[in-house]
């Protein structure tokens, strides 16, 4: 079964630290795999999407790398701010898809504190 | 504009009343899709539509769930005979598909249902 795990499940940390969020997935062969941020009741806002053959992608002080070998990717935040708390989604895209089989994982809740 | 918009932002209703969410998209877009959140969990995918076209639907969506795009803009989701499992976040999203482009699916605040 496609699944994608990520960890950990939830972080605190200091407003001013770095941290790295880590995403674990069996799908195979895979579109593409995206980063989203989720503040609390609100949409998901697509932070990064990068294809299979794609080992990294920034978007201001986010980083997203990709390893396909061992099928793990992760996001990480610089210089973090209060206003990065939120969910941070991993999605994956199976190839060739049926939005149907489109994975979003369970997120990694972040709470930055002052 | 601004961005996809959902109506209500919540909705709480009886078991066995049925409700119906509206959605609009970013004006331009050709691609709408209704995606169901719970609590610590990512968004499942219900159904998407290209223009008025249903495209897809997930096998989550029982036959209670009906989704229309009537004139390829704005879209509702209704529910029928609603459960206690129905309580959930309700996504909307839209994104307009370029032919060999990534497309970025751009989400509107979600309206959240709690049936008692």
């Known amino acids: 079964k496609n699944q994608v795990e990520q960890s950990p499940q939830s972080l605190i940390i200091l407003e001013g630290k770095n941290c790295t969020l880590q995403c674990n997935y069996t799908v195979s062969p895979f579109s593409n795999l995206r980063w989203y941020k989720q503040d609390t009741g609100r949409g998901p806002v697509s932070l990064t999407i990068?294809?299979?053959?794609?080992n990294t992608k920034s978007n201001g002080r986010y980083t997203a790398t990709l390893d396909a070998d061992t099928k793990q990717s992760s996001l990480h935040i610089t210089a973090s701010q209060l206003s990065d708390s939120a969910s941070y989604i991993c999605v994956v895209i199976p190839q060739g898809t049926s939005y149907d089989k489109v994975i979003f994982g369970p997120g990694t809740s972040l709470s930055v504190i002052p | 504009d601004t961005g996809v918009s959902q109506d209500p932002r919540h909705k709480i209703t009886k078991r066995g009343q049925n409700v119906t969410f509206r959605c609009d998209p970013i004006?331009?877009?050709?691609?709408l899709y209704w995606y169901r959140q719970t609590l610590g969990q990512g968004p499942e995918f219900l159904t998407y539509f290209q223009n008025e076209a249903q495209l897809e639907k997930s096998r989550l969506l029982s036959d209670r769930f009906s989704a229309e795009r009537p004139k390829g803009s704005f879209s509702t989701l209704e529910i029928q005979r609603t459960e206690q499992g129905d309580s959930a976040m309700y996504l909307c999203?839209?994104?307009?598909?370029?032919?060999?482009?990534?497309?970025?699916?751009?989400f509107g605040p979600g309206t959240r249902l709690l049936v008692l």
């Open positions: 004006s331009e877009h050709n691609r």
């Open positions: 999203a839209s994104s307009f598909r370029r032919t060999g482009q990534q497309e970025t699916q751009y």
């Open positions: 990068m294809t299979f053959s794609e």
